[in-house]
């Protein structure tokens, strides 16, 4: 039987068939390396060079790839997350080996957490050090690839240069393959420098498996929504992942079902909809209204640890989750679990699915947000609230935030309406320090049209204060927000509440508006009160700024205790 119908393997004209017999001299398999990136369509990197990977970053002269090059490989793996989430595409990051490929271990967990589609590129010694004997080469470790494994999706080892494209475009795919994440390719020192005749590399494809939901599955999930007297909905990073917002918001209108986004979907629905519960996620009132529905769709999100107020919540009804990762289906409550991708899942739940009406819904929803804020407003939290509306107030629509773990992130999550998919982006994955400034750089490195906002409590600034040469070498219009309170304000606060004082919170800081201004990047103290304008200025001026902020700011209680 012949197949010849179904071939679609690229073909070689005869002048490229030409250069394919002569190609050019001076290639090593660094142009190997950027020649796959750019064949798969890559456009920017990230990274770092060192010593064993600068065979990798010789050749990238020789390509049309533009380099963005951080101080710190943490945050050169943090702004490659940022530019993976805000463009869908595959950032590389190019690192060197041992304690270079090691600094890059955060940044990779967070965009793990986050399904950030970030190719890690490292060098390795060269390739007689390899297996796990004591040769002492610098940066040798005995197992490199095992300190990555626990944290990426997967791993791919190259030993010789004719591996180099296969492997990139093997780890390229599982990148970009639902859900989205990290991927680390390891690539020795003598093999990037060693004088390649191969041809250029030119026909490259790697195309993501699509994942798609089991019909039978969809069937009874839609049995179940169109049956449901008082059905919800919990959208989480999934649905902005998989650009699937429109497809949610249609669903929601024809069950009018509820819907609650967790605090890595910000965006995901429209904040203002008659439908919309917001964020409210860390309330009890929130939570006790997602408790009563009889039908809980859970569409991307694991239902972790903050997107169930601390594991409080207790669903009473059936659960149906679509989700990408498997190792988060059911993970944390029994449902009809569904292995799909949100997009491709929430198509076909919006062709299977009955309208139903229930003009009811919008005032429950009102009654549980009237709720939220009452409780709020016993509490004296103005200032919080009052720096919450004054970052909504100057932040273009379309422009792209990105929050460190600090208080007033934390008051972002539950309060900040994000108003467009894919613009509001913290470090909630894996929580950890000194995401927010190096991020918002890989974002405007992927669009330099519209300015990008970080905001950073005095402590996380600290992490990335480096990052400030970055930002001037590039000329990167992002505008730094530092809310600084002279300390880890928020470990002070646990501290305070659990052992009546805190230990190893306070901290001795710079002058950060002289700090920045020895950059070469303008700087500005303000207050609460001209707070909405000093950022509105900034964010308007083009290249990079800082805006400091000395506040102490306090959290809202919680409910889950």
Same mark, same amino acid.
Request: aromatic share 4%; charged share 20%.
């Given at each position: 039987m012949s197949h010849d119908h179904h071939d679609e393997r690229p073909r070689l004209t005869p002048e490229q068939i030409a250069d394919a017999l002569n190609p050019p001299?001076?290639?090593?398999?660094?142009?190997?390396?950027v020649e796959t990136l750019q064949g798969l369509g890559a456009t920017t990197v990230f990274g770092l060079p060192g010593q064993h990977a600068l065979g990798m970053f010789d050749a990238l002269r020789r390509s049309?790839?533009?380099?963005?090059?951080?101080? #710190?490989?943490?945050n050169a793996g943090f702004a490659a997350d940022a530019y993976?989430?805000?463009?869908?595409?595959?950032?590389?990051?190019?690192?060197?080996t041992g304690p270079g490929a090691l600094t890059s271990l955060a940044a990779l967990q967070e965009a793990a957490a986050a399904s950030a589609p970030v190719l890690a590129i490292s060098s390795q010694v060269p390739t007689a050090g390899l297996g796990g004997?004591?040769?002492?080469?610098?940066?040798?470790?005995?197992?490199?690839?095992a300190s990555f494994r626990d944290v990426v999706k997967s791993v791919h080892t190259v030993r010789t240069a004719s591996q180099i494209p296969s492997a990139i475009a093997a780890a390229w795919e599982s990148a970009l393959t639902a859900p989205h994440?990290?991927?680390?390719?390891?690539?020795?020192?003598?093999?990037?420098?060693?004088?390649?005749?191969l041809p250029v590399v030119t026909a490259m494809d790697a195309t993501p498996r699509e994942l798609h939901a089991r019909p039978e599955l969809t069937a009874v999930a839609a049995d179940l929504l169109t049956k449901a007297e008082r059905p919800a909905i919990i959208a989480g990073g999934g649905v902005v992942r998989s650009d699937a917002s429109g497809k949610l918001l249609a669903l929601a209108e024809k069950l009018d079902a509820p819907v609650v986004t967790t605090f890595g979907g910000k965006g995901a629905f429209p904040w203002e909809?008659?439908?919309?519960?917001?964020?409210w996620l860390e309330d009890r009132y929130t939570t006790e209204f997602l408790e009563s529905a009889d039908v809980l769709l859970v569409v991307g999100s694991g239902l972790g640890e903050l997107s169930s107020n601390y594991h409080t919540f207790a669903p009473c009804g059936r659960v149906v989750q679509i989700e990408a990762d498997a190792g988060k289906l059911e993970s944390n409550h029994p449902a009809l679990g569904i292995h799909a991708d949100a997009r491709e899942a929430l198509s076909d739940l919006l062709e299977a699915v009955d309208r139903r009406e229930d003009p009811s819904a919008p005032d429950r929803v009102r009654a549980v947000l009237d709720a939220v804020r009452d409780r709020i407003a016993t509490q004296e939290l103005t200032l919080e609230q009052r720096l919450i509306a004054s970052v909504r107030e100057a932040l273009p629509d379309t422009s792209p935030s990105f929050w460190d773990m600090t208080i007033l992130a934390y008051w972002a999550w539950s309060a900040f309406d994000a108003r467009r998919p894919n613009t509001m982006h913290s470090a909630q994955g894996a929580g950890g320090l000194g995401y927010g400034f190096p991020a918002a750089l890989?974002?405007?490195?992927?669009?330099?049209?519209?300015? #990008?906002?970080?905001?950073?409590?005095?402590?996380?600034a600290m992490y990335s204060i480096a990052e400030l040469a970055t930002a001037r070498q590039y000329d990167l219009p992002v505008t730094w927000l530092i809310v600084d309170d002279g300390g880890y304000g928020i470990l002070r606060e646990y501290m305070t509440g659990?052992?009546?004082?805190?230990?190893?919170?306070?901290l001795s800081r710079p002058d950060f508006v002289a700090l920045a201004e020895s950059f070469g990047v303008p700087a500005v103290r303000t207050t609460p009160e001209t707070l909405a304008a000093d950022l509105a200025e900034s964010l308007a001026r083009p290249g990079p700024s800082v805006v400091v902020l000395p506040a102490l700011l306090r959290m809202f209680e919680p409910t889950h205790l």
């Open positions: 001299a001076g290639r090593n398999g660094g142009d190997l390396v049309s790839l533009t380099y963005i090059g951080l101080r #710190v490989e943490n993976g989430r805000i463009t869908g595409e595959v950032a590389p990051l190019l690192l060197s004997g004591r040769h002492g080469y610098l940066h040798e470790l005995r197992d490199q690839k994440g990290p991927v680390w390719i390891e690539i020795p020192q003598d093999v990037l420098l060693a004088q390649t005749t909809h008659p439908l919309s519960l917001q964020s890989g974002a405007a490195a992927a669009d330099r049209t519209r300015p #990008v906002l970080a905001v950073s409590g005095d402590g996380g659990a052992f009546g004082e805190a230990t190893a919170t306070e």
